[in-house]
């Protein structure tokens, strides 16, 4: 009798299991491409029509945490581009003085950061738009190899966002985009736009230049941030992308390893 349950267990099993690959895999696929387009329409990306984008122009003030009057900055952030900025920054030589420079629509600042996750993004709905309804799975392992698959591009998008890189004294001096400020910085500023989450945040940053073979130091360090609400939406879909994603494989997880357990009985 104990036998014969358990066999009927293990076919129920297999049904949901059958079941699982012909239809929920492409429900939670199906689910998951919607998250995406939604989330590329944040990006300028050429995905979808044009009238569903909704990149457009956006200005925003650059406020010091700490409220420090060193630094004034209003920025406008179209997509992953700054393409107009008016800053303010007072340079400490013998004597303090302010400095005015900004950019314009001719030559942006590039954020290389929300162009990186958009890349991840877009290759992330290309793997889920090539398994559509006509992909017959034939098991749950190339089920969790797809899902790993997506996750890995969506979890390097994500990370793109939430965890910007630490750039080093080099990289900051010879960042291509200080080239975008008209008229140029001083020799002894450098700036530094980055993503934080749903922040775009500013570093500005005192140099010191010694005696020729010296090292370059930073003296100070001046901080501006906003809030970007559709930085915000991105990390949410992301999120939820692969939420579903990780859910499903769970699933899969479950069933695999009770399928094997009885068989092994």
Known sequence: MAVELEQEELR?????????????????????????????????????????NLVKPDKFILSSPT????????????????????????????????????????EPWKLQQIQDAGNHLAEALHTVKEHGREHQFKSGEEVTILLDSIMKSLNTGRTCLVLPKKKTLDELLNNRNMHCFKPPLPSEVSVSFYVHAQKLEMAVYQLQHGQPGQKVEIVSRYQGECQVPWLNDVIVLFTLALQSCQQLKDKISIIEEYSKSSKGH
Do not use: Y
């Open 12 to 52: 129920q099993m297999e049904t949901e299991a059958q079941w699982i690959l012909k239809e929920e895999v492409h429900s939670v696929l199906e689910e998951v491409e919607g998250v995406l387009l939604e989330c590329c329409r944040r990006f300028t990306l050429k995905i979808g029509s044009n009238e569903d």
């Open 67 to 106: 409220g420090s009057p060193n630094m004034k900055c209003v920025i406008t952030l179209m997509g992953d581009s700054i393409c107009e900025a008016d800053l303010q920054v007072k340079v400490h030589r013998h004597q303090t003085q302010i400095f005015k420079t900004g950019i314009q629509p001719d």
